[in-house]
Nanobody, 125 residues
Framework: QVELVESGGGLVQPGGSLRLSCAASGSIFSIVLSRMGWYRQAPCKQRELVAAISSGDNTNYADSVRGRFTISRVSAKNTVYLQMNSMKPDDTAVYYC?????????????????WGQGTQVTVSS
């Protein structure tokens, strides 16, 4: 069984920063051999890909966050991060961590097998 646990969400003012963490655990799971991604879902909207990272550290970002968000990972900790800067009210959503075995970037929800429970991020003054 693989478990993904997100943390770091909260309330931040416009222009502020947050860093989300996703800790992965499981007897045979290693982020070294996996694609990882961050998704978000705002009220009444579809879940959308925010950022993804491959096992080879290639990255991909949604146009709406490129230049403001950075996905990274520390393999020794089996943890993936999402650094969010210059945040906007439109970034308000529940953020989910996703993972799957495989070396390539994941672009679709179907590319991911494991999902976290989500962490709320609210950008408001």
């Amino acid at each position: 069984q693989v478990e993904l646990v997100e943390s770091g969400g909260g309330l931040v003012q416009p222009g502020g920063s947050l860093r989300l963490s996703c800790a992965a655990s499981g007897s045979i799971f290693s982020i070294v051999l996996s694609r990882m991604g961050w998704y978000r879902q705002a009220p009444c909207k579809q879940r959308e890909l925010v950022a993804a990272i491959s096992s080879g550290d290639n990255t991909n970002y949604a146009d709406s966050v490129r230049g403001r968000f950075t996905i990274s990972r520390v393999s020794a900790k089996n943890t993936v991060y999402l650094q969010m800067n210059s945040m906007k009210p439109d970034d308000t959503a529940v953020y989910y961590c996703a993972a799957a075995p495989g070396r390539q970037l994941g672009y679709l929800r179907s590319d991911y097998v494991y999902w976290g429970q989500g962490t709320q991020v609210t950008v408001s003054s």
